[in-house]
């Protein structure tokens, strides 16, 4: 297995390492704190190449094995969690019974419904206003619920990308090698899932 | 006229506004249609107010918190990780 990870500017940059100098020198709660971090990632990571939840509950269980065996060999070239993202998506892809799925690049499904513009692109049902809604605590949770559930139905490889891309915070060039994927693809994908869950959240506050 | 229509071509519309928010918040636009589309946000407050709602969006999922471990799973974590550092120490 070789991939290409993104090199970190520096190890200072990532914000596991000291974690993993924990994991390194004995420190199970360390070893918890990771698992706990990154575990519901790398579920829905699992559940896009795999046929059912067990066999991602599976997969990530092999993932933290692979990880700990391989922790004397990793260099810091990557970020911890880029190069523990990448086991899992060689895990998955090996357990997966179905093949890679295709992309859904050729999905040409708008951001936007294209019966509220005009026949000159020009709004005739624009967005509502509400994201001033979101300063009150209790709207927000409440929509953070919904935002996790949309997250879910979301087709796979948007999800993916989406989750690590908004949840964890990696950058462009470290979902493409995570997932192989080229960053037009990713783009693509990114703007897919996260005009869903615009309009899911536009639905959602219009309601309440 | 011509130079007016060509320019017009040129322009953004909100249909093709919404479908840059994403190049745009990764930098990923060419300088000019870079310009092209604030110019049109400039003058479009449902845009704006679409690119808002995406940032919103973003910061929504972003708050997405990890489940905590069941205490059964924490356990059978915190065996894996003992196996391991015993098969380390003898190694």
Known sequence: MTVRLPALKSHRDDPDGPLLQRVRAGDEQAFITLVH?????????AEGYVPNQAVAEEVVQETWMGFLRGLHRFEGRSSVRTWLFSILVNRARSA???????????????AVDGARFDTGG?????????????????????MAGHVRA????????????VTLRD????????VCSVLEITEANQRVLLHRGRSRLRQLLESEFGRA | MMALLHRRSREVVCQQAVELVTDYLDGALSRPARRRLERHLRGCPHC???????????????RITPDDLSPQM??????????WREGEGSA
């Open chain 2, 74 to 83: 924490r356990d059978e974590f915190v065996d894996l990780y003992l196996r």
């Open chain 2, 48 to 62: 704006t107010e679409y690119f808002a709602q995406v940032r919103a969006t973003i910061a929504m999922t972003g």
């Open chain 1, 37 to 45: 971090r990154y575990r519901p990632t790398m579920l829905r990571l």
């Open chain 1, 150 to 161: 949309a997250l879910g139905d979301l087709p796979g490889r948007q999800r993916e990308v």
């Open chain 1, 122 to 142: 020009h709004w005739t049902v624009p967005p509502q206003p509400w994201t001033d809604l979101v300063d009150d605590r209790l709207t927000a949770e409440r």
């Open chain 1, 167 to 174: 949840i964890e915070g990696l950058s462009s060039q470290e």
């Open chain 1, 96 to 110: 997966g019974a179905r093949e890679r799925r295709t992309l859904a690049i050729g999905d040409l499904e708008p």
